[in-house]
C-alpha cells in the first residue's frame, strides 16, 4: 500500500494485487492512509500453489490489471 501510494504521489500509476484474504485489512489501510489505490484481489489461498497455478492468477488478474493502469471505465459499471 504505501509502495503504490508513493508511485502515485510521483504520478506513477500503481496497482496493487493481493489475495482475497486482504481485501478487508487493504481498505482498512488505505483509509489510514487517506488513499483509495487501485486494488485487484486473486483467490486465497496463495502460499502453496504450484507454479502453473500462479501463472494462472497472473494471466486471469492481467486485465484488470492493465484497466486499471490505464484508469480505463470497468464495463461492469
Known amino acids: ?4 501510494a508513493d508511485l502515485e ?4 500509476p500503481g496497482v496493487g494485487v493481493a489475495s482475497s484474504e486482504f ?3 487493504a481498505a482498512l489501510q488505505s483509509r ?14 496463495i502460499q502453496d500453489r ?3 497455478e ?3 492468477l497472473a494471466d ?8 486499471l ?9
Open 1 to 4: 500500500m504505501h509502495d503504490i
Open 9 to 12: 504521489s510521483r504520478q506513477i
Open 23 to 25: 481485501v478487508e485489512a
Open 32 to 45: 489510514a492512509l487517506g488513499f483509495d489505490p487501485a486494488m485487484v484481489f486473486v483467490p486465497h489461498p
Open 50 to 52: 504450484t507454479d502453473a
Open 54 to 56: 500462479m501463472r494462472t
Open 60 to 67: 486471469n488478474a492481467l486485465g484488470e490489471i492493465l484497466r
Open 69 to 77: 493502469l490505464r484508469a480505463e471505465p470497468n464495463p461492469a459499471d
